[in-house]
Every structure is written in structure tokens, then in C-alpha cells.
């Protein structure tokens, strides 16, 4: 009411305790939000990943800390050009096909760099691309995702959508600097498979609920239509 600010003022008279368990309180009771925090983590530990392990394992140290700089610019560009792009593709051809790209983009340059050690720059100035526009994915719709699947509930799902990527940031920092470097990919592909798992999850149901609830409305008209 108010265009909203009832609603405004009625949060902010709340304590940041009270915000904190409305923020848990979401995340407990709704299935979605469930199962589309693991993809949200993500979307802070690939970050996090290629700030804090690909720059130093691939660029730092086999190449040279001037050409960190110069990997950046790639990667950022890749992110920047894509973040434009990917919102019209996804009008084409739809939001699957869009995230499966981005995580396909992900588990390829992780399987490589698991099994291969490049030996010129511009392999891996096209990792920095292909990683850069998977993160252009992830930073840009899983945003609109939450928009269109908490509709009405948008509040506390944006507080659990930068509460669980800063999660993923933290995460990525910690285990670069705790675990050796190929089992944190490991983890890492595993951790990708269960976000698009949870992700796939979330479609599916979506797809099927309202299949199922039209054809649970035509069976209840069908009996009431026999008595």
C-alpha cells in the first residue's frame, strides 16, 4: 500500500536480529530457497576462485605477477560484454539452455586445468574469457531468477541471496588458502553438480505444478460433474 511504504517503514522499525530470522525463517520454510542456495554459493566461490587460486596458480607463479593485470582485463571484459548479451539470448532461447551453457563453460575449464597444465598464455586468456562468461550468467540471472520465483517474497530471498553468495566468497578464500589446489577443484565440481542439480529441481517442479493442478482441477470437476 503506499507503493510500498508501509511495508518500508513496518521493516525498518524491525531489529537486525529480527531481520536475521526472517532471513533464516525464509530459507527454512520455502522448498526453492532450499534448493537454489547451493547455486548461490557458487556464485560467490567461482568468484572467489579465480580471484584467489587462478591468479596465482596459472598466472602468479608459472608466468608472472605483471600479467595478472592483463588476465583481469580479459576475464572482466568476457563478463561485462556477456552480462549485455546473455539477457537477450535467454529471451531466445530460454533460461535452461542459458544456465547449462554457464555451467558447462565452469566444468570445462575445471576438468582441463585438472588434467592439463597449459604452456602458452593464450590457453588460459581463453579460460579467463570462457570463466568470464559463465560469471556473466550466474551475477546476472540468478538475480532475475529469485525476481521471478519469489514473487511477492522478495525482501528476505535478497537477503538470502547476499547472505549465501558471501558464504561462497568466504569459502573460496579459506579453502585456497587451506587446501591444495586440485582438491579444491574437486570440490568444486562436485559442489557445481549438486547447484545445478537443486537448480534443475526448481524447473522441473515449476514446469510440472501447473500441469498437475489443472489436471487435479479436471478431475475434481469430473466427480462433481457424476454426482
Keep these: 500500500s503506499n507503493y510500498g511504504e508501509d ?26 530457497q532450499m534448493l537454489i542456495t547451493p547455486l548461490t554459493i557458487w556464485s560467490g566461490i567461482e568468484q572467489g576462485w579465480f580471484g584467489a ?15 595478472i593485470g592483463y588476465f583481469i582485463i580479459v576475464y572482466a571484459s568476457a563478463d561485462a560484454f556477456c552480462s549485455v548479451t546473455f539477457g537477450y539470448l535467454l529471451k531466445k532461447i530460454g533460461r535452461v539452455p542459458v544456465f547449462t551453457m554457464a555451467a558447462v563453460l565452469n566444468l570445462v575449464v575445471i576438468f582441463i586445468l585438472l588434467e592439463w597444465t597449459p604452456t602458452t598464455h593464450s590457453y588460459l ?12 550468467v ?9 525476481g521471478v520465483i519469489f514473487v511477492g517474497n522478495e525482501e528476505p530471498a535478497f537477503a538470502n541471496y547476499r547472505l549465501w553468495e558471501s558464504i561462497g566468497f568466504l569459502a573460496a578464500y579459506l579453502l585456497s588458502n587451506n587446501l591444495q589446489l586440485k582438491v579444491f ?25 501447473p500441469a498437475i493442478d489443472i489436471k487435479a482441477t479436471d478431475d475434481k470437476l469430473t466427480r462433481d460433474g457424476d454426482k
Excluded at 586468456?125 to 556473466?136: E, K, N, R
Excluded at 553438480?193 to 537443486?198: E, V
Design 125 to 136: 586468456y581463453l579460460f579467463a574469457v570462457m570463466w568470464g562468461m559463465a560469471d556473466a
Design 7 to 32: 511495508e518500508r517503514r513496518e521493516q525498518e522499525g524491525k531489529s537486525g536480529i529480527q531481520l536475521l530470522m526472517a532471513t533464516f525463517s525464509h530459507f527454512i520454510n520455502n522448498k526453492y
Design 138 to 146: 550466474w551475477q546476472t540471472q540468478i538475480n532475475a531468477f529469485y
Design 185 to 209: 577443484m574437486y570440490l568444486m565440481l562436485a559442489w557445481l553438480l549438486a547447484s545445478y542439480i537443486g537448480y534443475t529441481v526448481i524447473e522441473v517442479y515449476d514446469q510440472c505444478m
Design 53 to 67: 587460486s587462478f591468479t596465482v596458480a596459472y598466472i602468479k607463479c608459472p608466468i608472472g605477477i605483471q600479467y
